[in-house]
């Protein structure tokens, strides 16, 4: 098997201190919450796989999601260490996202922001899959957030398709286009708030998009 790079959230030109990065990761979070809205009240598992340093875990903390609910995973051990450091009480653990620690449908939710394009190849990004749906409960959802087109100043990352998801025995249910151009929504500053909002929808400056299996319920 062909080790995986790290599943790193650190993208160039991030900083939260940028309006537009910031506009762009609450959109972000407003999909997550309404793709996953049922189980983020449940209280079944919760899995950031991928999970960085934890800026997801710690936003769904503060939504009031207990941290006993929630968990993460990440191959960088200190990137471990600082998600487990940013959302107390939650289970952070090394661990690849093909190889994960967690019996058959143990999880009620697994979330993949922008982690699948780094691990290596088309191989491991379904290996990640089909373990993704292992994992997750009857009626549970997996949310996949990643590029939509290929990134040609990153040859390192690969466009995660929907043929991907086939492959892995997942049907979609919904696929959705958000965040602005990043390269645009960092230069709007004093703008961003009046700016941001208008020009993301716009279908052609949206440069991800999240893509929702829901498994079937028994």
């Not at 710690?58 to 998600?83: I, K, Q, T």
């Not at 058959?104 to 990640?128: K, M, P, Q, Y």
């Not at 089909?130 to 990134?151: D, I, M, T």
Request: with cysteine.
């Amino acid at each position: 098997m062909e080790a995986a790079r790290p599943l790193s959230r650190s993208r160039p030109g991030w900083s939260a201190a940028n309006r537009g990065n910031r506009a762009a990761r609450r959109e972000l979070l407003d999909a997550i919450r309404a793709a996953a809205a049922p189980h983020l009240r449940g209280d079944g598992g919760l899995l950031d796989c991928g999970c960085g340093t934890g800026w997801l875990l710690e936003a769904l903390a503060a939504d009031g999601v207990s941290p006993r609910r929630l968990h993460g995973v990440d191959l960088d051990p200190e990137r471990v260490a600082a998600a487990a450091r940013r959302a107390p009480g939650a289970t952070v653990r090394t661990a690849d996202a093909r190889s994960l620690p967690y019996p058959d449908g143990a999880l009620a939710a697994v979330f993949h922001v922008v982690s699948l394009s780094s691990v290596g190849s088309e191989e491991a990004v379904r290996e990640a899959l089909v373990e993704s749906r292992r994992v997750l409960a009857p009626g549970g959802v997996l949310a996949v957030y990643e590029p939509r087109l290929p990134n040609p100043f990153n040859r390192e990352t690969r466009r995660v398709r929907r043929a991907d998801f086939a492959a892995a025995g997942l049907a979609l249910s919904e696929v959705r286009s958000l965040t602005l151009l990043p390269p645009l929504g960092r230069r709007l500053g004093g703008l961003t708030p009046r700016l941001h909002p208008r020009l993301s929808r716009l279908p052609a400056l949206r440069s991800h998009r999240l893509l929702v299996h829901r498994a079937p319920a028994l």
